[in-house]
Nanobody, 124 residues
Framework: QVQLVESGGGSVQSGGSLRLSCAAS????????MGWYRQSPGKNRELVAT???????FYTGSVLGRFTISRDNARNTVDLQMDSLKPEETAAYYC??????????????????WGQGTQVTVSS
């Protein structure tokens, strides 16, 4: 059983900041790439940022220079610092993790897991 639990969502005014956190717990060997996605009503879920286990970040273009993703491998956590937020970034934000799990015998495999989402509301 694996759980990804987000925290830190809320309401801010345009130009404000929020910090999202996600912690992975349960039975797994390690976590490879972790990331954050968001989904607004009526729209598809979109990638916001990812970070490899080695710490290499990737950002979707619209958040470059405003959002910062970081992780702590010892604690199996990933954070997203969001600055200069815009009203159009109002959405449910989801944590994503590529979990490395025990397979049969000595094997292992990777599975993608999601958190339950945390709401971010940016008012103009």
């Amino acid at each position: 059983q694996v759980q990804l639990v987000e925290s830190g969502g809320g309401s801010v005014q345009s130009g404000g900041s929020l910090r999202l956190s996600c912690a992975a717990s349960g039975s797994f060997l390690s976590v490879n790439t972790m990331g954050w996605y968001r989904q607004s009503p009526g729209k598809n879920r979109e990638l916001v940022a990812t970070i490899t286990r080695g710490g290499a970040p990737f950002y979707t273009g619209s958040v470059l220079g405003r959002f910062t993703i970081s992780r702590d491998n010892a604690r199996n956590t990933v954070d997203l610092q969001m600055d200069s937020l815009k009203p159009e970034e109002t959405a449910a934000y989801y944590c994503n993790g590529h979990m490395v799990l025990h397979g049969k015998g000595w094997g292992r495999y990777e599975r993608e897991d999601w958190g339950q989402g945390t709401q971010v509301t940016v008012s103009s």
